[in-house]
């Protein structure tokens, strides 16, 4: 199922925000709430990537953009074979500029994980939580006669460091360990009570 986006204000400044699937709907959903936490002087933001899967590189990019100085360079996407390389490039001002802490894990993979290197290198956000999951590369599927379809990786992630994301993935700045069955009822549960509830 893909994850929702969710958000809420913690401690009257700081702005908590999980991404979830990346998709349009969570990409509208967050401008709304980047919009609420401007009038309420939000000086701090979360961005929790560790719900964040997809293979979709655009919209990851347009994510990214809301927290990024504009002209600076996401993230490079190197194909071997094709010998041709795809630069993310920022073309818009940031929504934000404080203070960011960006929270990932081995379920953080593919785009997020080139958004979360992105957003340290050019944000200087504070990593935390788990490795991510090593898997920042573009697919390419291949149908087989079975009915199977052969997915292979034909591209891989070079972060803004010049260093590829695959297959080590992003390290945190500040390890964290929060087993997985904890995190996914702590993210069940706050869609209805909220993360001060915990």
Known sequence: TPAPFYSEVLENHIGYVRVGALSPDNLGALDKAM???????IDAMVIDLRATS????????EVTK????????????????AHQDRAFTNDRDPGFQGTTMV???GET???????????????QALLIGQPSA????????????????????VGEVIGPNGVSLF???VKPDLPVELPLAQKH??????????LTAF
């Open 54 to 61: 997809s293979s979709d590189f655009n919209l990851a990019a």
């Open 35 to 41: 919009s609420d936490f401007a009038t309420k002087k």
């Open 167 to 169: 297959p080590d993935g």
């Open 109 to 123: 993979s593919g785009p997020a994980e080139a958004m979360a290197a992105a957003l340290k290198a050019h944000d």
């Open 66 to 81: 809301r927290f990024v100085p504009k002209g600076k360079t996401l993230w490079t996407l190197h194909k071997t074979a």
């Open 185 to 194: 009822q702590i993210f069940s549960q706050s869609a209805q009570r909220g």
């Open 134 to 153: 090593g898997r920042a590369v573009e697919y390419s599927d291949f149908p087989l006669t079975s009915g199977k379809v052969l997915r292979v990786a």
């Open 103 to 105: 929270l990932v894990d």
